[in-house]
């Protein structure tokens, strides 16, 4: 099946009957993992964000939920209370953290993607509900090509502070005896509707849209190694339909626990990534190459690929959408500016 008949016959996984709490429920993937459920009939969802005056609110409004609650008051009610003060959860979807990869207030990022963490594996672990939550590819740091999820957790070196969180909750959870009950997502370049809240944090096709639109060109950074030409780094892009897929499937399989890869396994340059812009834009390409700044040097990754073997081994056997299918099926929610809408998109299936 090609990915464009995938994408229009999407069946998202059923996770277990019960409860399902999401945080991070208004951001990008929490949003998107929402719609997915939507989209298999799911609605007893409990949904938990911190929403501020950040305008991610907006991405919640097409979604079907019971109830909503703010992330602290999360916090309070299961220290007070446990996960049954909310009923009978049997999931808990963890994707709530501060994904800014440039925050430089440490405590900050320890509060929110460590201990917070602590707290809701805790209180889910007591109910004996499932707990998935969101590690993040940066925990491999300057490692290069294939990325093992089977590595060692002691042998990686993150090399800024978000990344650093998120390793500590995985060390935590091996430590504590509890990841091989518990499934951590190491999430790649996930692109897609719904990210436009996470401004320079969006992922390169949303910004190279933008750029595309207004100046008529991208910029790419300039290799500074000889064995890569100009915007030939490569990165493992995936497409945020898929991603929640993946997502679900694992939190509705019971014999899956630790860490998996999230990626398409696949290496992409800059160059076709925003070949296939242009393309779906119907222009031709234009691209404009700026030296990369002193400061990103030394931990730049020039090529990072998931390892898959994992997850593929669990089961796991949906062909993934290639890059330019999922460019073209975007485009249309840049476009119009429109999030992730189950009865726009197809409605329960």
Sequence with gaps: MQSQEWLSSYRPTRVPRGRILVTGAAGFLGSALIWALNRAGESDILASDRLKRSSKFLNLIPLSFQDYSDADDLLDRLRKHGLRHYGPVTTVIHLGACSATTEPDAQYLLRNNYEFSKEIAAATLAESARFVYASSAATYGKEEDVLDDTAALRSLRPV?????SKHLFDLHAEREGFLAQVVGLKYFNVFGPNEAHKGEMRSIVAKAYEQVLAEGTVQLFRSHRPEYRDGEQRRDFLYVKD??????????????GGLYNIGSGQAQTWNTLVGHLFEAMGRTPNITYVAMPELLRPAYQYSTIASLARLRASGYSREITSLRDAIFDYLPYLREERKLDPARDGGAL
């Design 160 to 164: 800024n502070m978000y990344a650093y």
């Design 243 to 256: 991603a929640v897929d993946m997502t679900l499937y694992l939190a509705a399989l019971p014999e899956a």
